[in-house]
T-cell receptor, first 115, second 113 residues
Framework: AQTVTQSQPEMSVQEAETVTLSCTYD???????LFWYKQPPSRQMILVIR??????QNATENRFSVNFQKAAKSFSLKISDSQLGDTAMYFC????????????FGKGTLLTVNP | NAGVTQTPKFRILKIGQSMTLQCAQD?????MYWYRQDPGMGLKLIYYSVGAGITDKGEVPNGYNVSRSTTEDFPLRLELAAPSQTSVYFC????????????FGSGTQLSVL
């Protein structure tokens, strides 16, 4: 079985500051993929960033970057220069399962960016 | 491109009623999924399909049925609605599988009273 744990139900940050959201996971597979999805108040789920486990280099997408610690099974999301539009629920997700991938979501972290 | 289109956006059902949630994608994706999102619980997979004519159960399939007669459409059927099915339902699609980016619809808020 695979699990995803997000230990921070809610976080807040001031506009223009940096914030890090935590995620830990567990899987017995060697080949897997990790994701951060964003769900703003509009409810639309949007992919923020994707990391392939076999790649040691941390993925980045503009102001969003991850700290992927494979041995520790940790996958945190760093948001730099936070903007009001970053206010959303953030879900960490894991896809593993060999040739039959299953995607498991964490329970989410509600991030509020304050002006 | 419209992406993934879900209808309706909101619906209230009485206990025991049935309904179909519609989902269509125009990206020629092979994989399609139905998730439900309960408060504080993340997303749980109900059913998925790897192509037309092929469907399989996810984590929480009880009380639901699906069909995939075309690549584009993946409707979700609720039979004999129960209060436990009150949730937000999301349809999603991807080209090869859940190890790739999922494209989500805008969701359906369903209340069973």
């Amino acid at each position: 079985a695979q699990t995803v744990t997000q230990s921070q139900p809610e976080m807040s940050v001031q506009e223009a500051e940096t914030v890090t959201l935590s995620c830990t996971y567990d899987t017995s597979e060697n080949n897997y993929y990790l994701f951060w999805y964003k769900q703003p108040p509009s409810r639309q789920m949007i992919l923020v960033i994707r990391q392939e486990a076999y790649k040691q280099q941390n993925a980045t997408e503009n102001r969003f970057s991850v700290n992927f610690q494979k041995a520790a099974k940790s996958f945190s999301l760093k948001i730099s220069d936070s903007q009001l539009g970053d206010t959303a629920m953030y879900f960490c997700a894991l896809a593993s399962g060999g040739s039959n991938y299953k995607l498991t979501f964490g329970k989410g972290t509600l991030l509020t960016v304050n002006p | 491109n419209a992406g993934v289109t879900q209808t309706p956006k909101f619906r209230i059902l009485k206990i025991g009623q049935s309904m179909t949630l519609q989902c269509a994608q125009d990206m020629n994706h092979n994989y399609m999924y139905w998730y439900r999102q309960d408060p504080g619980m993340g997303l749980k997979l109900i059913y998925y399909s790897v192509g037309a004519g092929i469907t399989d159960k996810g984590e929480v399939p009880n009380g639901y049925n699906v069909s995939r007669s075309t690549t584009e459409d993946f409707p979700l059927r609720l039979e004999l609605a129960a209060p436990s099915q009150t949730s937000v339902y999301f349809c999603a699609s991807s080209y090869q599988g859940p190890n790739e980016k999922l494209f989500f619809g805008s969701g359906t808020q369903l209340s069973v009273l």
